[in-house]
C-alpha cells in the first residue's frame, strides 16, 4: 500500500511538471520574434499568402486557445506537424530518439567505467601523490567544455590519426561495428566530464563511509581492505552519486546538442537545434516536452535505484 501511494505521488508530480514545462516554453516560444509563415515562404511572398498561411496554421487564434489545441493533441499523443518537415513532430523525435539515446547510455557507461576504479584507487591511497594526480586529473576534466574535447579529439584520432571517422553516423543495420565506430568519439567527449565529476564526488563520498562504525566492525573482523573499500564502502558511496548520476543522465539525453552538431549526429539535439534555426515551433516545443519527460522519468527510476543500494531506504521515507 505505501509503495502504491508512493509511485501514485511520483506520478502526479511528474505529470504535473511536465505541464508547467509545457505551459512556460509553449508562452515563451510565442513571444520570441520571427514569424514561421515568413521562414517557410520566404521574404518575396506577399503579405496576402503570409496570412493566408497564419490562418492555415492557427497563428491568428489567441494564445490560450492554441495552447489548449496543443495541450489536448499532446494527451492523445499528437505533438503537431513540423513546418520545416511537413510531418508529425512525434514521428520525427521517436526516429532521431535512438541515436542521443545510445549516445548518452554510452557516455554514462564510460563514465562509470573510468570514475568507479579511479574514485576507489583515489580513496584507497588518500593523501599520497596518486591520489593528488587523480584529483588534480578530476578537476581538468571539470574544467574542460564536451564540444573543446570533441575538437581535441576529431584532430587527434581523425585527422592526425586516422583511426576513426570525425562525423557522421550510419544505422546500426548498415553494419554495426561501423555505426559502432562513427559513436566512440562523442560518447568519450560527454563522458570525460561527467567521469571527472564522478570521480570527485565518489572519492568523497567513499572518504566519509570509510570512518563510519559499520567500516571499523568489518576491519575488526579481519576482512581485507580491498573488500572493505569495494564492497562496504563503494556501496554506500554510490547513494549520493547515484543523485548526481540520475540528473546527468536526463541532461545528457537532451543536452547533447552542440556534442551532436560538432560530429554532425542526427540525433534529437540536433533536430531541435535545427527548429531554432528554422522557426519551427511545433518540432522545438514537442522537443523540449519530450526532453522534459526523459529528465522527469530519468529522476524517478533513480530514486527507485536509492532502495536498490540501501535497503534503509525506504519509499515510505520520501
Known amino acids: 500500500m505505501h509503495m502504491?501511494?508512493?509511485?501514485?505521488?511520483?506520478?502526479?508530480?511528474?505529470?504535473?511538471?511536465?505541464?508547467?514545462?509545457?505551459?512556460?516554453?509553449?508562452?515563451?516560444?510565442q513571444v520570441i520574434p520571427g514569424d514561421p509563415a515568413q521562414v517557410i515562404l520566404g521574404t518575396e511572398?506577399?503579405?496576402?499568402?503570409?496570412?493566408?498561411?497564419?490562418?492555415q496554421l492557427g497563428l491568428d487564434r489567441p494564445l490560450r486557445v492554441r495552447y489548449w489545441a496543443w495541450l489536448k493533441g499532446l494527451f492523445r499523443g499528437n505533438l503537431g506537424e513540423s513546418l520545416r518537415y511537413q510531418r508529425p513532430v512525434a514521428e520525427l523525435l521517436w526516429e532521431r530518439l535512438p541515436v542521443t539515446f545510445i549516445l548518452s547510455f554510452a557516455a554514462v557507461t564510460l563514465a562509470l567505467t573510468g570514475a568507479l576504479p579511479m574514485a576507489l584507487l583515489a580513496a584507497r591511497h588518500a593523501g599520497s601523490p596518486l591520489d593528488l594526480l587523480v584529483v588534480l586529473a578530476s578537476q581538468l576534466g571539470l574544467a574542460l567544455p564536451p564540444f573543446w574535447i570533441g575538437l581535441l579529439l576529431i584532430i587527434l584520432f581523425s585527422l592526425k590519426l586516422g583511426w576513426l571517422p570525425p562525423g557522421g553516423y550510419i544505422l546500426p543495420g548498415d553494419g554495426a561495428i561501423t555505426a559502432l565506430g562513427y559513436l566512440i568519439l562523442p560518447s568519450l567527449a560527454l563522458s570525460l566530464p561527467l567521469a571527472a565529476h564522478l570521480v570527485w564526488l565518489l572519492r568523497q563520498s567513499i572518504l566519509e563511509v570509510i570512518e563510519r562504525d559499520f567500516i571499523r566492525t568489518a576491519r575488526a573482523k579481519g576482512l581485507p581492505e580491498n573488500l572493505i573499500y569495494c564492497r562496504h564502502a563503494l556501496r554506500n558511496a554510490l547513494?549520493?552519486?547515484?543523485?548526481?548520476?540520475?540528473?546527468?543522465?536526463?541532461t545528457l539525453l537532451g543536452g547533447s546538442i552542440i556534442i551532436e552538431q560538432v560530429f554532425s549526429l542526427p540525433g534529437l539535439g540536433r533536430l531541435v537545434l535545427f527548429a531554432v534555426y528554422n522557426r519551427d515551433w511545433p518540432l522545438l516545443q514537442g522537443g523540449v516536452v519530450f526532453m522534459a519527460t526523459a529528465v522527469v522519468l530519468v529522476n524517478f527510476f533513480t530514486d527507485l535505484v536509492y532502495g536498490f543500494l540501501d535497503p534503509r531506504i525506504s519509499v515510505t521515507d520520501n
Open 4 to 29: 502504491r501511494a508512493y509511485l501514485l505521488r511520483k506520478a502526479v508530480g511528474m505529470v504535473v511538471t511536465v505541464l508547467l514545462v509545457s505551459a512556460i516554453s509553449f508562452f515563451v516560444l
Open 45 to 55: 511572398a506577399s503579405p496576402e499568402a503570409l496570412q493566408d498561411l497564419r490562418v
Open 239 to 250: 547513494i549520493p552519486t547515484m543523485t548526481v548520476l540520475g540528473i546527468h543522465m536526463g
